[in-house]
């Protein structure tokens, strides 16, 4: 390039950027980079945002949710707790009913005509007079159970009046087979809806200081005579489901003189209640060997008659009921006793206990 002087020389020219610092230009440089290259990592690497810990809310007062009902149809039963049927099984069972039909006795099916009298039998369609013959009771209840025997029925006419007029058609009734008017009391009883049983006379230990009277069955008589007496104690009524005793303490330890009285049972289809009158008594394990129906006594509820004792056993046979499922009581008509199981057995629907006759309660 020329100047006016004539002689030559370089000029540098100015650009654009040269106005600027070169710190500027660096940053502006990096900027651009910048700008070109961060799409290229946001597709290659998506924005996640960032994972939060869930707060679990504060708790809060409200009432759990029911558990499902079980399927009745996987279970395999008829009706699950709470049903309808159920409810209505537990309504039947705690009416004081003494109008339930209670079956005809003696039933001509159930008979057998003998030389000396009528005796009861199995039918020959299989039906057994101690199923016949029992208080109805609707095993629909799923509550424990608990059944009453009074004994030392027949003999005091105050007494088995009371025990009628008081307790409750459901309370199992025991007459003292040797009563002169034995069989109108039995039939007294299921028309007032109770199911009985007759007390045989049986040898206690302290015999014969203690005698139960002149029909007792005796460790020291035959077999065969035991077994004519036993027939005789069967003709004096009709009616009732079984027997029992509430003297026989020594003649219940005896497995050789009881077995016999057994079969006879399992022959005429009836039920045996083993009154535990004596600790080591034979009758229960031996009537499970025959397959004889039989119900053992968990407790003597008047054995004490103090009106305390009479109530701690009572809340005894409660417990024992609510823990297995069933407890059978034992009592005398005597007035402390009606007064406090007449009290115990109204509170029984609100503790959720049935009340049960002895049939209801055969192993």
């Given at each position: 390039?020329?100047?006016?002087?004539?002689?030559?020389a370089y000029v540098r020219r100015e650009t654009?950027?040269?106005?600027?610092?070169?710190?500027?230009?660096?940053?502006?440089?990096?900027?651009?980079?910048?700008?070109?290259?961060?799409?290229?990592?946001?597709?290659?690497?998506?924005?996640?945002?960032?994972?939060?810990?869930?707060?679990?809310?504060?708790?809060?007062?409200?009432?759990?949710?029911?558990?499902?009902?079980?399927?009745?149809?996987?279970?395999?039963?008829?009706?699950?707790?709470?049903?309808?049927?159920?409810?209505?099984?537990?309504?039947?069972?705690?009416?004081?009913?003494?109008?339930?039909?209670?079956?005809?006795?003696?039933?001509?099916?159930?008979?057998?005509?003998?030389?000396?009298?009528?005796?009861?039998?199995?039918?020959?369609?299989?039906?057994?007079?101690?199923?016949?013959?029992?208080?109805?009771?609707?095993?629909?209840?799923?509550?424990?159970?608990?059944?009453?025997?009074?004994?030392?029925?027949?003999?005091?006419?105050?007494?088995?009046?009371?025990?009628?007029?008081?307790?409750?058609?459901?309370?199992?009734?025991?007459?003292?087979?040797?009563?002169?008017?034995?069989?109108?009391?039995?039939?007294?009883?299921?028309?007032?809806?109770?199911?009985?049983?007759?007390?045989?006379?049986?040898?206690?230990?302290?015999?014969?200081?203690?005698d139960p009277g002149p029909r007792s069955l005796?460790?020291?008589?035959?077999?065969?005579?035991?077994?004519?007496?036993?027939?005789?104690?069967?003709?004096?009524?009709?009616?009732?489901?079984?027997?029992?005793?509430?003297?026989?303490?020594?003649?219940?330890?005896?497995?050789?003189?009881?077995?016999?009285?057994?079969?006879?049972?399992?022959?005429?289809?009836?039920?045996?209640?083993?009154?535990?009158?004596?600790?080591?008594?034979?009758?229960?394990?031996?009537?499970?060997?025959?397959?004889?129906?039989?119900?053992?006594?968990?407790?003597?509820?008047?054995?004490?008659?103090?009106?305390?004792?009479?109530?701690?056993?009572?809340?005894?046979?409660?417990?024992?009921?609510?823990?297995?499922?069933?407890?059978?009581?034992?009592?005398?008509?005597?007035?402390?006793?009606?007064?406090?199981?007449?009290?115990?057995?109204?509170?029984?629907?609100?503790?959720?206990?049935?009340?049960?006759?002895?049939?209801?309660?055969?192993?």
């Open positions: 390039m020329s100047n006016p002087s004539g002689t030559s654009f950027l040269a106005r600027y610092p070169r710190d500027w230009k660096l940053a502006i440089t990096f900027g651009i980079l910048v700008l070109l290259i961060a799409p290229w990592f946001l597709i290659k690497w998506p924005y996640e945002p960032p994972r939060v810990q869930q707060q679990v809310p504060m708790a809060v007062n409200k009432a759990p949710e029911k558990p499902l009902a079980p399927d009745n149809a996987m279970l395999g039963i008829e009706a699950a707790p709470g049903t309808s049927a159920e409810r209505e099984a537990i309504a039947a069972n705690d009416t004081d009913d003494r109008a339930a039909r209670m079956t005809h006795a003696p039933d001509p099916g159930l008979t057998e005509i003998t030389n000396v009298g009528e005796l009861p039998k199995t039918g020959e369609d299989g039906r057994q007079p101690w199923q016949v013959y029992s208080r109805p009771f609707n095993t629909l209840d799923r509550r424990p159970r608990v059944a009453i025997v009074v004994t030392d029925l027949g003999l005091s006419r105050v007494a088995s009046d009371a025990t009628l007029h008081r307790l409750p058609a459901a309370v199992t009734l025991a007459f003292d087979v040797q009563s002169p008017v034995v069989g109108a009391w039995l039939s007294r009883a299921r028309q007032d809806g109770h199911e009985t049983l007759l007390a045989l006379p049986m040898e206690p230990f302290d015999y014969p200081r203690s005796l460790t020291n008589l035959p077999n065969t005579d035991n077994l004519q007496r036993l027939t005789w104690a069967l003709l004096q009524g009709a009616g009732y489901v079984g027997v029992t005793t509430v003297s026989g303490s020594r003649f219940t330890t005896d497995t050789t003189k009881i077995m016999p009285i057994l079969e006879t049972m399992k022959q005429r289809g009836l039920l045996v209640f083993d009154a535990r009158v004596a600790p080591h008594s034979v009758i229960k394990e031996t009537a499970k060997q025959l397959r004889v129906p039989v119900a053992a006594g968990t407790q003597q509820i008047d054995g004490n008659p103090s009106p305390e004792a009479i109530d701690t056993a009572l809340n005894q046979l409660e417990q024992t009921a609510r823990l297995s499922g069933r407890a059978i009581g034992i009592a005398s008509p005597l007035p402390v006793t009606l007064d406090h199981l007449e009290a115990w057995i109204k509170q029984l629907p609100s503790h959720g206990i049935a009340l049960a006759p002895l049939s209801a309660m055969v192993e």
